[in-house]
């Protein structure tokens, strides 16, 4: 049965853009920034729409839905679909597809909001909504789907969940944005590429309806960028390889592709090697503030927890509860200090940032680090002061700490984050270096 996100995009509507900026690599994060114009683009959608507005309104539910399951796929290490497809039924899956293709046309703000309420019941079901949410505001910025693949895309959001994520990283390679080139290789065929090679760390594999696998050409010279592949097309296999300390239940497995034929025009971005490949500077500015909103979700049901925690322990030579107490009382008031200023600084950059404020991309990586640090600190605070029932695995804060220690691993990493900012500071007057 069709869901209730089906009906803006049973009949879609195509309409061309305007003109997307060249781009120009940021030192050391792997991100553009915009010079002149060069490709289609067009502007953001107005915000925000009734479309966002009903969506929303429905977050609350999606969040205890999530909630009641997330211990058991987090010890199952189990892929949620029940809870993909409550968000998709909310309409929140496709959020941010644009108001020209029939759908609700969602801001970066909207989307941290999301993401951040999300984390609360479930990271993995909040960071697979994530990759498909990007992709989907990527398109309506940019373009950068052909028209006929990103049709076949959102026609099939009428049937049911339509996953899709941006497949990058590799074991050899590890993340792109530190360099190299891949070595998944897409050869020329007479229908146009065959795509060989092995993806890592492929969140919510399991679940995609599609894949941008990021390879490199056989030509030369060569060409890298992204070739667009159905999860379930013949030569494409998940091997499940995900056994991690948190998100267990986000299926990051491999994905290996054995000779994946795909059609000529299947690709988005393909540059020649050495000229490109960083994320566009608005799409990595969705990264650096939506990942970490989930994160602020995760730390906010941690705190949640211990609030509830310290309200209940009663000690018997206390004989009050441990809430009463002034130390705990500064803790926790630590904690909140914590998350209110991250939740603020990662909402009010996103706000920016959908109204057009270029200052406020620049400033998203390290937007990302402060807010990271935030709420892992917040839970680190929140184990420290509940002692050994923290740690124990059948309360949730052991699982909330486990989940909130991925937030580092994230590009762009802290150490490319400072470095950044430090060479910006310690660059000369005159030198463009730097963030």
Not at 335 to 356: N, S
Not at 423 to 435: K, Q
Request: one cysteine or more; proline letters at 7%.
């Amino acid at each position: 049965m069709p869901g209730k996100a089906a009906g803006a995009f049973a009949q879609v509507r195509l309409i061309p853009g305007a003109v997307l900026d060249n781009r120009l690599r940021l030192e050391g994060l792997g991100v553009m920034t915009t010079t002149q114009p060069t490709a289609p683009a067009s502007p953001p959608d107005p915000l925000p729409s009734s479309q966002v507005a009903a969506a929303l309104a429905r977050l609350p539910g999606v969040v205890a839905t999530l909630a009641a399951n997330a211990a058991q796929h987090d010890r199952e290490a189990s892929f949620p679909h029940e809870g993909v497809e409550a968000v998709h039924e909310a309409g929140l899956l496709t959020l941010t597809v644009a108001t020209r293709y029939g759908g609700p046309g969602a801001g970066l703000a909207e989307t941290v909001r999301v993401l951040r309420e999300l984390g609360r019941g479930d990271p993995s079901v909040a960071l697979v909504t994530a990759m498909t949410l990007f992709t989907h505001a990527e398109q309506a910025r940019l373009g950068t789907w052909p028209d006929r693949y990103y049709r076949r895309l959102l026609a099939e959001t009428a049937a049911g969940p339509a996953l899709v994520n941006a497949l990058r990283a590799e074991p050899d390679l590890g993340t792109p944005t530190r360099g190299g080139l891949p070595a998944t290789v897409a050869r020329r065929t007479a229908r146009g590429w065959s795509i060989t090679g092995r993806k890592i760390y492929s969140t919510g594999s399991v679940g995609l309806k599609w894949m941008v696998v990021w390879a490199a050409t056989d030509e030369n010279p060569v060409r890298v960028g992204g070739f667009i592949v159905r999860g379930d097309a013949p030569g494409v296999t998940v091997e499940p390889t995900w056994d991690h300390l948190g998100l267990r239940a986000s299926a990051s497995h491999d994905v290996v592709l054995t000779d994946v034929e795909v059609d000529e025009d299947a690709t988005t971005g393909l540059t020649e090697a050495g000229t490109g490949g960083g994320l566009p500077a608005v799409v990595a500015a969705w990264h650096a503030l939506g990942l970490p909103a989930l994160y602020l979700g995760v730390a906010e049901a941690a705190r949640d927890w211990l609030v509830k925690f310290l309200r209940e322990r009663t000690p018997s030579a206390l004989g009050a509860p441990l809430a009463t107490l002034a130390r705990f009382q500064a803790a926790v008031g630590e904690i909140e200090a914590r998350l209110i200023g991250a939740e603020e600084l990662i909402t009010g950059l996103a706000r920016r940032i959908d109204a057009g404020d270029e200052e406020a991309l620049a400033r998203a990586p390290v937007a990302k680090l402060l807010a990271t640090r935030a709420a892992i600190r917040a839970v680190e605070r929140a184990v420290a002061l509940t002692g050994n029932p923290g740690l124990t695995r059948g309360n949730p804060l052991e699982r909330h700490y486990r989940d909130v220690l991925c937030a580092r691993v994230h590009t762009p990493q802290d150490d490319s984050i400072l470095g950044a900012v430090g060479r910006s500071v310690l660059a000369p007057p005159d030198s463009t270096e730097g963030i």
